[in-house]
Each structure stands twice: as structure tokens, then as C-alpha cells.
Nanobody
Framework: QVQLVESGGGLVQPGGSLRLSCAAS????????IGWYRQAPGKERELVAT???????NYADSVKGRFTISRDNAKNTAYLQMNSLKPEDTAVYYC??????????WGQGTQVTVSS
């Protein structure tokens, strides 16, 4: 069983930065793919960024050049560095872990609000 705990959300002004963290329990973190997703009020959950066990990354077009996903396997933690934040980035951000056996785990989410 894997538990994911996100942190680092908060209120930030447009143009500001935040770094989200996703801490995982268990022993499968280093061999699993990690994804960050977000869900704004009244909208469906959408993919933000992913990173494979080989550290190949992929980003939604809306965040390319502004967000960076990374992982530290020694700490069982994934990160999402968010720069040049815009009001439309406001959402609850979720971390997802997918094992090689296709087991999927989600965190509880962390709120990011971009507003002046």
C-alpha cells in the first residue's frame, strides 16, 4: 500500500512561484511513474506533468516553460516547481503514483490559489 501526501500549496500573486512536494510511503516509489494533476472548480481533473522512472518528463501545453517536475528517489518525494503563475493555474493539485503493475494511488490534494 502506498500513501501520498502533497504539500506546498497556498496563495500567491500572479507571476509568483510555488514548489509542491509529494511524499510517498512504501518501497515502490523509485520504480513508479509520478504525475501531477489539477482540478479547478467546475472543471475536470487534468494532467499537468509526468515523470517516468527513467526521469523522462512530459508537460501540458499550458504549463510548458513555466513548470518543472522532478523526483528524488532517495527521499521518496516528487516535486512540481511552478513559476510565472497565472490566475488560471488556480486549482487543487494532486499527485499520482503508478507502479509497473498498473496500481494507481492518489494523494489528497493541495490548494493553489493565484490571485492579487
Amino acid at each position: 500500500q502506498v500513501q501520498l501526501v502533497e504539500s506546498g500549496g497556498g496563495l500567491v500573486q500572479p507571476g509568483g512561484s510555488l514548489r509542491l512536494s509529494c511524499a510517498a510511503s512504501g518501497s515502490s516509489f523509485s520504480i513508479s511513474a509520478i504525475g501531477w494533476y489539477r482540478q479547478a472548480p467546475g472543471k475536470e481533473r487534468e494532467l499537468v506533468a509526468t515523470i517516468t522512472r527513467a526521469e523522462s518528463t512530459n508537460y501540458a501545453d499550458s504549463v510548458k516553460g513555466r513548470f518543472t517536475i522532478s523526483r528524488d528517489n532517495a527521499k521518496n518525494t516528487a516535486y512540481l516547481q511552478m513559476n510565472s503563475l497565472k490566475p488560471e493555474d488556480t486549482a487543487v493539485y494532486y499527485c499520482k503514483l503508478q507502479t509497473p503493475w498498473q496500481q494507481v494511488y492518489w494523494g489528497q490534494g493541495t490548494q493553489v490559489t493565484v490571485s492579487s
